[in-house]
């Protein structure tokens, strides 16, 4: 949904985003990646409107963010 504005489960085009956001006490749309809420990375939702379908994806410069976080269980 993200790159090609498709659904992939009913094939439509009516997308919209919604940006990720870290709020007061850690709230929001986002991964804690440390011990601070100004550590976190926000993750942004792709939502279907004629569905309901949903993605959530993280931007590409927070990556290496999420990999290096202690936190992940891998």
């Known amino acids: ?15 919209v985003r919604f ?8 709230s929001g749309n ?12 926000n993750v942004n939702r792709y939502i279907c409107c004629d569905c309901g379908f949903t993605e959530e ?4 410069c927070d990556l290496d963010k999420i990999e290096k976080s202690k936190k992940a269980k891998r």
Do not use: L, Q
Not at 8 to 14: E, M
Not at 30 to 41: I, K, P, Q, Y
Not at 57 to 60: G, S, V
């Open 1 to 15: 949904m993200k790159n090609t504005n498709t659904c992939p489960k009913c094939g439509k085009h009516n997308i």
């Open 19 to 26: 940006d990720g956001y870290t709020g007061a006490y850690g």
């Open 30 to 41: 986002n991964v804690m990646t440390g011990a601070t809420v100004f550590s976190g990375v």
């Open 57 to 60: 994806w993280i931007d590409t």
